[in-house]
C-alpha cells in the first residue's frame, strides 16, 4: 500500500480539530495570531539540514536553520552538528574552515580548537596554557538521518521522534529518494501556503509534465461547497498536518472567457480518469513539509521541505520518490531518472513556476501588508486550516536571539 493508501487507512486520533471561520475578519486573523508571529519559524521541531551526499569525503558544510547558525561534518561514520560561532569572539567558524584532524575545527582566527563530536575546547593553539581549555564547549545539536538527508533539531526540548516532523509516508520502507536543495528568496510560510494552494493549478496548466504523460491539466479547479469538512486533518500521534484530495474535493475548469479572448484547455484528459497522469492528493505537515502523492505519476511521490534560512529566505528540498523500491539496482536507475527526465520538468520548470509564486506572495506579505489587505475565498480553506493548526500545536515560535551568546563560564566539558 503506497502513503496515500495508509493516509487513508490511519484514522486520526487525538483532539479533534474544527477549523474556525468566523464572519468578522479581525477575529479570523486571530485564529492564526501565532502562525503570522512565526517568521523564522516553529522551535524545537526536526528540520532538513543537507543532503547526505553534500558530507562526502569528511567535507564540513556550514547552514543557517531558523537563523542559528551550525556547522555539520561526518566523523567516523556519523553527522555532528556545531554552533557555527567561536566561543572566544564569535566569529563563524565557517569563514574558513580549519580541520586539522577529522574530529576538530580550529577557528581560522585565534587557534581555538573543538571536539566535533561534543563541541568541547580541546586545544587553543595560540595558548595552549589557557585554563579554558577542556571548560567550554559551543553548543552540540541532535542530528538524525533519513531517506539520504541530514535532520537537525532545534530547540530546547528534548527531541520527539524524527517521525512526528516529516510528512506521512516519507519515511515508508522500501522508499528511495532523490533531489535537491536551492534557496528560494521568500518566507517559509508562502512556500508552504503555495505548495498547499492546490487551485494555484493555473500556473501549471501549460506544464510539460503532462505533455510527458499524454495527458494535460485543467486550466483551474475550485472547491466543493463543502470542502471544509472533506479535508483529512491528522492531530493525533504521528505527523500533524492535512490531506486535500484534488480528485474527491475540486470541480475542475477548463476554460475562461475573458471578453473577446477566451483561453479554453483541452478535456482529453478528465479529470480523475484512471490514466497514468493521475490526480495526487496533497498534504501539508508540520513543521514546513508537504507531500503531494502519486505526482508526477502513479507509483511516485513528491515530498517538499521549506527550511526558515532567516525572515525572507527558506531552503527549498525538492524530493522525487519511487513509492516501493526494495532494489538496490533499481534504486540506482530511479536516481538516474530524476536526474535526467524528471529532474528538468519537475524540479527546474514546475517548481518554477512555484518559486516565482512564493517571491511575489513575498513582495505582497513581509514587503508590503498581505497579511491585512488579503481577500481570502473558499478555495483558501486549506491555507486557514493550516494557519490556525500551526497556531494550535506548535511547540515553540522560533525568536530573535533563540541561540544568542552564551555565558562561557556556565559550559562545562561533559
Request: negative net charge; hydrophobic residues 40%; glycine residues 10%.
Amino acid at each position: 500500500m503506497n502513503a496515500a493508501g495508509s493516509a487513508s487507512a490511519a484514522a486520526a486520533a487525538g483532539g479533534r480539530f474544527e477549523i474556525q471561520t468566523p464572519k468578522s475578519i479581525r477575529a479570523l486573523r486571530k485564529t492564526w495570531e501565532l502562525y503570522r508571529q512565526a517568521d523564522l519559524g516553529l522551535r524545537n521541531h526536526w528540520y532538513p539540514i543537507c543532503w547526505a551526499y553534500e558530507l562526502a569525503d569528511g567535507k564540513p558544510l556550514a547552514q543557517k536553520v531558523l537563523g542559528e547558525p551550525i556547522i555539520v561534518r561526518r566523523v567516523d561514520g556519523k553527522v555532528y552538528a556545531l554552533e557555527d560561532r567561536c566561543l572566544h569572539r564569535r566569529v563563524p567558524l565557517s569563514y574558513r574552515f580549519e580541520c586539522f584532524t577529522k574530529d576538530t575545527v580550529t577557528c581560522w582566527y585565534h587557534g581555538f580548537t573543538y571536539d566535533w563530536k561534543t563541541g568541547v575546547l580541546r586545544t587553543i593553539l595560540t595558548d595552549p596554557a589557557c585554563e579554558l581549555i577542556g571548560k567550554m564547549a559551543v553548543k552540540t545539536y541532535r542530528i538524525e538521518e533519513a531517506q539520504g538527508l541530514v535532520f537537525v533539531f532545534i530547540g530546547d526540548i528534548e527531541p520527539p521522534p524524527l517521525a512526528d516532523d516529516v510528512p506521512l509516508g516519507f519515511l515508508d520502507a522500501n522508499r528511495v529518494a532523490h533531489g535537491r536543495r536551492i534557496k528560494v528568496d521568500s518566507n517559509w510560510r508562502w512556500a508552504c501556503e503555495n505548495g498547499l494552494d492546490s487551485t494555484h493549478v493555473y500556473i501549471h496548466r501549460n506544464s510539460r509534465i503532462a505533455g510527458a504523460l499524454d495527458g494535460i491539466y485543467p486550466m483551474g479547479i475550485a472547491a466543493k461547497p463543502d470542502h471544509a469538512k472533506l479535508l483529512d486533518i491528522r492531530t493525533g500521534d504521528g505527523p500533524k498536518g492535512l490531506l486535500d484530495s484534488l480528485s474527491e474535493n475540486y470541480e475542475p475548469i477548463w476554460s475562461g472567457d475573458i471578453g473577446e479572448a477566451t483561453e479554453v484547455t483541452s478535456a482529453q484528459l478528465k479529470f480523475g480518469e484512471e490514466l497514468d497522469l493521475v490526480i495526487p492528493s496533497v498534504g501539508i505537515w508540520m513543521p514546513c513539509g508537504v507531500s503531494v502523492f502519486d505526482f508526477p505519476k502513479r507509483g511516485m511521490s513528491a515530498y517538499e521541505f521549506y527550511v526558515p534560512i532567516d525572515k525572507k529566505s527558506h531552503m527549498y528540498f525538492q524530493i522525487s520518490t519511487k513509492d516501493d523500491c526494495p532494489d538496490l539496482k533499481e534504486a540506482a536507475v530511479f536516481r538516474r531518472l530524476v536526474d535526467d527526465f524528471w529532474g528538468p520538468l519537475v524540479f527546474d520548470e514546475f517548481n518554477g513556476d512555484d518559486v516565482m509564486a512564493r517571491e511575489g506572495l513575498e513582495d505582497g506579505y513581509t514587503n508590503g501588508d498581505g497579511w491585512q489587505q488579503e481577500y481570502l475565498t473558499p478555495n483558501d480553506i486549506p491555507v486557514i486550516a493550516w494557519r490556525q493548526l500551526v497556531s494550535r500545536y506548535a511547540r515553540g515560535v522560533q525568536q530573535i536571539g533563540s541561540n544568542g551568546p552564551r555565558d562561557g563560564a556556565g559550559a562545562t566539558a561533559p
